[in-house]
T-cell receptor
Framework: SQKIEQNSEALNIQEGKTATLTCNYT??????LQWYRQDPGRGPVFLLL?????KEKRKERLKVTFDTTLKQSLFHITASQPADSATYLC????????????FGAGTRLAVHP | DGGITQSPKYLFRKEGQNVTLSCEQN?????MYWYRQDPGQGLRLIYY???????QKGDIAEGYSVSREKKESFPLTVTSAQKNPTAFYLC????????????FGQGTRLTVV
């Protein structure tokens, strides 16, 4: 069956360091992968999308990589700040472009001053 | 301002009751989706609608029903047949076919009392 996995344990890092979150998937050949941020008790907010033919995507302090051979995406936050503390979700489209997304359970990031 | 509005934010249901969660969007998007989020799990797709007057079952549709009579509205009814309804419910709308972000509402937390 189709499966998407993210580190279930919380990631604790010091302010100013780079946070790296992992998303692995099996039994997929997704056309693209998305990353979302979710704060407690709120809906997810879209951050970045990376397509299968893109190795890397950047947006300000965020960087996403996509390795279709390893079936893995890495999400980096450089110069992390306490305000970056949240849960980060990765999502894949399993419907060939019709936006039927399947989500990972998310990784909780805590950035300490 | 544009977006997705879910109401109520908190909802309490007694055993054997049906309850309806509201989702309204002013983004002029065709597609709307309902997800359920439980602790430690990814978002799971309940129902989705790609166009007015049409909707499809997702992965966990049993015990739920929807309607799509207007483009702007996609209400979800949690029926008494749903044996474990306590969860965080999220309504979403992607921007278009393929490669676009999903906009989420702020969620409704349903608790059975």
């Amino acid at each position: 069956s189709q499966k998407i996995e993210q580190n279930s344990e919380a990631l604790n890092i010091q302010e100013g360091k780079t946070a790296t979150l992992t998303c692995n998937y099996t039994n997929y050949s997704p056309a693209y992968l998305q990353w979302y941020r979710q704060d407690p008790g709120r809906g997810p907010v879209f951050l970045l999308l990376i397509r299968e033919n893109e190795k890397e995507k950047r947006k300000e302090r965020l960087k996403v990589t996509f390795d279709t051979t390893l079936k893995q995406s890495l999400f980096h936050i450089t110069a992390s700040q306490p305000a970056d503390s949240a849960t980060y979700l990765c999502a894949l489209d399993r419907s060939g472009g019709y936006n039927k997304l399947i989500f990972g359970a998310g990784t909780r990031l805590a950035v300490h001053p | 301002d544009g977006g997705i509005t879910q109401s109520p934010k908190y909802l309490f249901r007694k055993e054997g009751q049906n309850v309806t969660l509201s989702c309204e969007q002013n983004l002029n998007h065709d597609a709307m989706y309902w997800y359920r989020q439980d602790p430690g799990q990814g978002l799971r797709l309940i129902y989705y609608s790609q166009i007015v007057n049409d909707f499809q079952k997702g992965d966990i549709a049993e015990g739920y029903s929807v309607s799509r009579e207007k483009k702007e509205s996609f209400p979800l009814t949690v029926t008494s047949a749903q044996k474990n309804p306590t969860a965080f419910y999220l309504c979403a709308s992607p921007g278009g076919q393929g490669n676009t972000e999903a906009f989420f509402g702020q969620g409704t937390r349903l608790t059975v009392v």
